[in-house]
């Protein structure tokens, strides 16, 4: 039976050759753009698969209430991963780590590399279960000077050789020997550290660091595979305040590995989405598109119906039951389905470079993989089925009697109704994804042309390691004498981004059931002009920084705040600290949040100890040119340091690349949309005109223009495009306004984005039914007509 059907389909691809070019080229483009994103999402939903304990694994997250609003944090105090353990039943074990990934630089020789990892305790090693292709997790950290290093930072090092045993220096100050070698981590992972060493190394050189008021490190936990996560949650929500013995809103609990990449987003202390709500975005379109590419399917073979009329007729004259016809379309239609697929394989392979490029990941497809070759079969026979049923049932209903006389079919009006109401589904779902595209791309836009307080042009950064800080006055007065830099400063933090902050700070007048958070961070003196900052009123720092040990510069947000101490000398303090001076009020700018307003902030001029190296070159200069000095400079300033640096501005793209990748993908997506759907309405058009080609001979023969019966043919199918526009309108305004309700700082929604994209489909519309329809109306009459 399969060998018939492979005849009969290849026959009818052979005998209706351009209708069978449109079916598989729609099936195949939307099973291509649905393969695509399937992997995108299968890469999303398998994050943190390596670690084979992911299941009971869980950092230690924190809400912590300011003036009524609840924030989620995730530093935690060191102390908190020992006493947990030993104090909380069901946690069977606890590591520390530093931060998200702390750089180090390392060098060997003349090789001088920094690299992302972090300071952990040995217990990391059970808990991850980190694959060793040198060593073992046994002895990792056996010495304190111990590091253990990935494969690709083994390769840059050693090369071929055995690093095991070798000594490399980190940060030109200590040696450390390298007893382990991991497998590299998979892009989906999120712990994409390069290096590890004992926490032991630096969980002393700080005082705060064995405090429980300092929330400096990372807490991972295992909990026993049979722990009650409610009562561990119950026990850990005021854990905190009950070591402090202070009155305070910190409340902790677990937050599940397998969370960490779909659910990491928090509003007021409770989860509310993240990642998963792009994946089920981009899923549900992903089956829109296969869904427009199946309608493209079922509209051209109920087009072709007419054709194959007679065909079913005489089979049914021979004997042929409506089961059997029904069975030999839909092996027609699965079979079609089949090498759609076929084609839809090569083109991922084509596209996939192009996507992960686009995605920024690094996915790939093999089709002998049991996986990716079950979901070809499936998608196949899915899409065979449901592109191939109505066709199939409309067919096999054909009265014999009827199509052997050529009386016409009662069906048609009916079948043409459905073929309408498919077109429209078509262009509806099309001109929505338009709208969504524009005004994703209008919201970017406005965010990234909202005013930040400062010129982020430029500006570069460099992080610095060790006591690199130290040696800044000489490397600034070098910077200074070279002639491209308009200015160089020390900062704690990145400008886009300033992760210290305290609720500590106190005043005159302050309301006591009032703690706001304040963000803070030591600068040097050039900071401000570096940045671009202006003051709203009284003095920048002075270059000794020891004349501003009790000096303090806040923003507008902070003096807001302070109320009537929020002047040119007001005062305020620290904890139980002496008294800090206010010289000056910063005009506020946008730091971590650019889709909200400026937070509270306060500047210290304290550069000792500081981690950053910002440096403003001059308008007009070459960068390429500067920057390449300026290396130099600092070079041999800070010998044994590479020179790496990052662009301010790039960085700041950087905070919107989700949203930028989204209006990118609804914007392929809505033109594989429309390209999926023109190649059906072409198809519809072509039969169009055949069906009414002898009307239009006679129309012609009684004084037609060409004009005239173009624009005849083309009426019914842009009615139908105006009339998906109706419906369209609505479901794309409640869709962008709800996407539109999770940023604080938002456009408004115009009408004219509505109107472009109706008029851009009607355009794209008429051009594609306008190529059919004008052929048809240049015929000859005289053939059409002949055999009258």
């Not at 007729?313 to 079609?336: D, Y």
């Not at 020179?643 to 609804?666: H, I, N, P, R």
Request: charged share 15%; net charge positive; hydrophobic share 45%.
């Amino acid at each position: 039976m399969i060998k018939n059907y492979i005849k009969t389909t290849l026959r009818s691809l052979l005998k209706n050759r351009s209708y069978s070019f449109l079916n598989i080229a729609g099936l195949a483009i939307g099973i291509a753009c649905a393969s695509l994103i399937f992997l995108w999402v299968q890469d999303e939903m398998t994050y943190n698969h390596n670690y084979a304990k992911r299941d009971v694994l869980y950092k230690i997250y924190e809400n912590q209430t300011y003036n009524g609003k609840t924030s989620t944090f995730f530093g935690t105090p060191g102390p908190m991963w020992k006493a947990m353990k030993a104090e909380i039943p069901g946690i069977k074990n606890t590591a520390r780590m530093t931060g998200d990934g702390d750089n180090a630089l390392f060098t060997l020789g003349e090789k001088a590399i920094t690299e992302k990892g972090n300071w952990a305790d040995p217990e990391i090693f059970s808990m991850l279960q980190l694959p060793f292709a040198k060593g073992s997790a046994t002895n990792a950290f056996a010495q304190l000077k111990s590091v253990v290093i990935s494969e690709r930072m083994a390769k840059i090092f050693f090369g071929n050789t055995d690093p095991m045993g070798k000594l490399i220096k980190l940060n030109n100050t200590e040696d450390y020997t390298v007893t382990g070698v991991f497998k590299d981590l998979p892009q989906n992972s999120t712990y994409q550290f390069q290096w590890l060493i004992p926490m032991a190394n630096i969980d002393h050189k700080q005082p705060w660091m064995n405090i429980w008021g300092a929330n400096w490190c990372r807490t991972l936990v295992e909990l026993e595979p049979n722990a009650n996560l409610a009562v561990i949650n119950q026990k850990l929500s005021h854990y905190i305040a009950s070591k402090t013995k202070a009155t305070n809103t910190t409340q902790c609990f677990l937050f599940a590995m397998n969370d960490w990449n779909l659910h990491n987003s928090f509003t007021d202390g409770k989860m509310d989405g993240g990642r998963i709500q792009y994946v089920k975005t981009f899923s549900f379109i992903a089956w829109i598109i296969l869904l427009i590419a199946c309608i493209n399917f079922m509209n051209l073979s109920t087009a072709r119906s007419e054709q194959r009329a007679k065909e079913v007729g005489v089979r049914k004259v021979m004997g042929a039951g409506k089961g059997k016809l029904i069975g030999q379309f839909i092996g027609e239609a699965v079979i079609m389905a089949f090498i759609s697929v076929l084609v839809a394989v090569g083109l991922i392979y084509l596209a996939l470079p192009s996507f992960n490029n686009l995605v920024q990941k690094e996915l790939s497809v093999d089709v002998f993989n049991p996986a990716h070759l079950m979901y070809l079969i499936a998608i196949s026979l899915i899409t065979g089925l449901l592109a191939g049923s109505y066709p199939a049932f409309y067919l096999s209903s054909f009265n014999p009697v009827s199509v052997l006389k050529n009386i016409k079919i009662k069906s048609n009006a009916a079948s043409g109704f459905i073929r309408q109401s498919l077109v429209v589904i078509q262009f509806s779902v099309s001109i929505i994804l338009i709208i969504g595209t524009v005004i994703i791309y209008q919201q970017i836009q406005h965010v990234k042309n909202r005013s930040i307080g400062y010129n982020k042009n430029n500006l570069v950064y460099l992080q610095l390691q060790g006591k690199q800080a130290d040696g800044f006055t000489s490397v600034y007065n070098d910077l200074m004498r070279s002639g491209i830099i308009a200015n160089a400063a020390l900062s704690d933090n990145k400008v886009l981004e300033i992760g210290s902050n305290n609720d500590n700070y106190t005043w005159d007048g302050k309301d006591a059931s009032k703690n706001p958070l304040i963000s803070w961070q030591n600068v040097s003196s050039q900071f401000i002009s570096t940045m671009g900052f202006k003051l709203a009123a009284g003095h920048n720092f002075n270059n000794d920084a020891g004349i501003d040990s009790n000096n303090v510069i806040i923003n507008e947000a902070f003096a807001k705040q302070m109320g009537k101490e929020g002047r040119v000398g007001g005062v305020l303090r620290e904890g139980g600290t002496k008294p800090l001076k206010v010289i000056g009020i910063l005009k506020d700018y946008l730091y971590n949040d650019m889709y909200g307003a400026a937070a509270p902030l306060l500047l210290y001029n304290h550069p000792a100890g500081t981690s950053i190296l910002n440096i403003r070159f001059k308008p007009g200069v070459d960068i390429q040119d500067a920057i390449t000095k300026a290396g130099a400079i600092v070079k041999a300033g800070y010998p044994g340091y590479p020179f790496e640096y990052k662009f301010v501005d790039s960085d700041f793209e950087q905070l919107f690349k989700t949203e930028t990748l989204t209006g990118t993908l609804a914007g392929v997506f809505a033109s594989l949309a429309i390209f999926i759907s023109c190649l059906g309405l072409f198809g519809l058009a072509a039969y169009t005109a055949e069906r009414r080609i002898k009307e239009i001979g006679i129309r012609k023969v009684l004084g037609a223009s060409v004009a005239g019966l173009a624009g005849l043919l083309s009426r019914d199918f842009l009615k139908l495009v105006g009339i998906s526009c109706l419906i369209a309108f609505p479901f794309a305004l409640w869709g962008v306004n709800k996407w539109l309700q999770a940023y604080q700082y938002r456009i408004a929604i115009e009408w004219w984005v509505f109107a472009v994209a109706g008029i851009a489909a009607l355009l794209i519309a008429l051009a594609t039914v306008s190529f059919q329809a004008i052929k048809a109306a240049l015929s000859n009459p005289v053939k059409s007509l002949r055999s009258e």
